[in-house]
């Protein structure tokens, strides 16, 4: 949750250099969940089942939640090395096309996230409050999406 939180801030700040926050709220409010969640998601990935044989929504979602999760954090590792050691890459057409991908895989990622902790700690239980949380959850990745890509354009 709280790298989702990041994303949308990150989304809103408009170029705030991260590495000029001071560091150590750096650490403690984005790197050790940050952290986390990759390690515990490198655990989901190796011990978890995806199974390709059953045709329900929420299956491929699962499966595409853990696809977005590699490409995610490639993607992020590329864009903190790439805007500190390698800004000239950003006027190339790959670094513009792994961008857009990125971001649209980094809000999936996020709003799938969110539906499944809502649901997964029991927040959400009905299926009329899931089939709500359905259509925010869309509509809150039409929205991030938008101003994710808004962002991109403006920043080149």
Same mark, same amino acid.
């Given at each position: 949750?709280? =790298?989702? $939180?990041?994303?949308?801030?990150?989304?809103?700040?408009?170029?705030?250099?991260?590495?000029?926050?001071?560091?150590? !709220?750096?650490?403690?409010?984005?790197?050790? +969940?940050?952290?986390?969640?990759?390690?515990?998601?490198?655990?989901?990935?190796?011990?978890?089942?995806?199974?390709?044989?059953?045709?329900?929504?929420?299956?491929?979602?699962?499966?595409? /939640?853990? @696809?977005?999760?590699? #490409?995610?954090? =490639?993607?992020?590792?590329?864009?903190?090395?790439?805007? /500190?050691? #390698? +800004?000239?890459?950003?006027? *190339?057409?790959?670094?513009? *096309?792994?961008?857009?991908?990125?971001?649209?895989? =980094?809000? @999936?990622?996020?709003?799938?996230? $969110?539906?499944? @902790?809502?649901?997964?700690?029991?927040?959400? %239980?009905?299926?009329? =409050? /899931?089939?709500? !949380?359905?259509?925010? *959850?869309?509509?809150?990745?039409?929205?991030? %999406?938008?101003?994710?890509?808004?962002?991109?354009?403006?920043?080149?």
């Amino acid at each position: 949750m709280p =790298a989702g $939180l990041f994303l949308v801030f990150h989304f809103f700040e408009l170029g705030l250099n991260i590495f000029k926050i001071n560091i150590g !709220v750096v650490v403690i409010l984005f790197w050790i +969940p940050f952290l986390f969640h990759i390690f515990y998601g490198v655990k989901i990935i190796i011990s978890g089942n995806i199974i390709f044989k059953y045709r329900y929504y929420r299956n491929y979602l699962f499966i595409l /939640q853990r @696809f977005t999760a590699i #490409f995610v954090f =490639a993607f992020i590792v590329l864009h903190i090395v790439s805007l /500190q050691l #390698f +800004p000239f890459w950003m006027n *190339t057409i790959w670094y513009r *096309t792994v961008y857009f991908c990125g971001i649209i895989a =980094a809000v @999936f990622h996020f709003v799938n996230g $969110l539906f499944g @902790f809502l649901t997964g700690w029991g927040i959400i %239980s009905g299926k009329t =409050a /899931q089939k709500r !949380v359905v259509i925010g *959850t869309f509509v809150l990745f039409i929205v991030l %999406s938008g101003l994710g890509i808004y962002n991109f354009i403006n920043f080149f």
